[in-house]
Each structure stands twice: as C-alpha cells, then as structure tokens.
C-alpha cells in the first residue's frame, strides 16, 4: 500500500485548493479513505471520509460546506477539494485508508497506512 499526497501550498483566506492522493497497492473498491489533517501543537484530526460499505462521504462540522471529497476509482485516487480557506484550516494534510471499509470511528488509531502529509498553508 502506497499513498502520495500533492497539491498543499500557501493561499490567501477565502481561497481555494484540491488535494489528490494518488493510491497503489491496493483498490478503493473494499476500503474506506479518509482526509485527516494536523496543525502545529494539535492532535491529527479526522475531517473527511469515504466508505466502501455504504458509498456515503462524511465530513467534519469543521469543514462541512467548505470542503468536498471525491473519488477517481479508475484513476485509484481520492481528492478533497478546499473552498473558503481559513487560517485555522493551516495543517499538514493527510490521506489514510481503513482496510475493513468503514469510515467511523475516524480516528487516526483506526486507519492502517498513510501518505506522507502535505502542508497547507492559509494566510489572513
């Protein structure tokens, strides 16, 4: 299982990014993928996510209007497209996948393999 996040980058408030991770070794069909992300003194947090076992996608209260997650099951690659950035959304971001397809709870304990993080930078 291999999982590379790109698209971080420093953007003014009110902004927009799309994070990809790209996945290999694996198929989205029978896991559940999910976007978490770290800020400098936090905990990881987890804010979005994708089930195989329902097709539902979830978001965190956080992020819920502003962010949206979307899958490529051709291409094997999960995206998460951030509108109306905020300084608080600043955090290293990652990508994880939960082998047995659920996405609750979204913990970081509960995902078995992750990308290697992408800084998010966002400006006021």
């Known amino acids: 299982v291999h999982l590379v996040e790109s698209g971080g980058g420093l953007v003014q408030a009110g902004g927009s990014l799309r994070l990809s991770c790209a996945a290999s070794g694996f198929s989205f069909d029978d896991y559940a993928m999910g976007w978490f992300r770290q800020a400098p003194g936090k905990e990881r947090e987890g804010i979005s996510c994708?089930?195989?076992?329902?097709?539902?996608?979830y978001y965190a209260d956080s992020v819920k209007g502003r962010f949206t997650m979307s899958s490529d099951n051709a291409k094997n690659t999960v995206y998460l497209q951030m509108n109306r950035l905020k300084p608080e959304d600043t955090a290293v971001y990652y990508c994880a996948v939960e082998i047995k397809g659920w996405c609750f709870p979204l913990l970081p304990k509960r995902y078995d393999d992750w990308g290697q993080g992408t800084q998010v930078t966002v400006s006021s």
């Open positions: 994708i089930s195989s076992r329902d097709g539902d996608t």
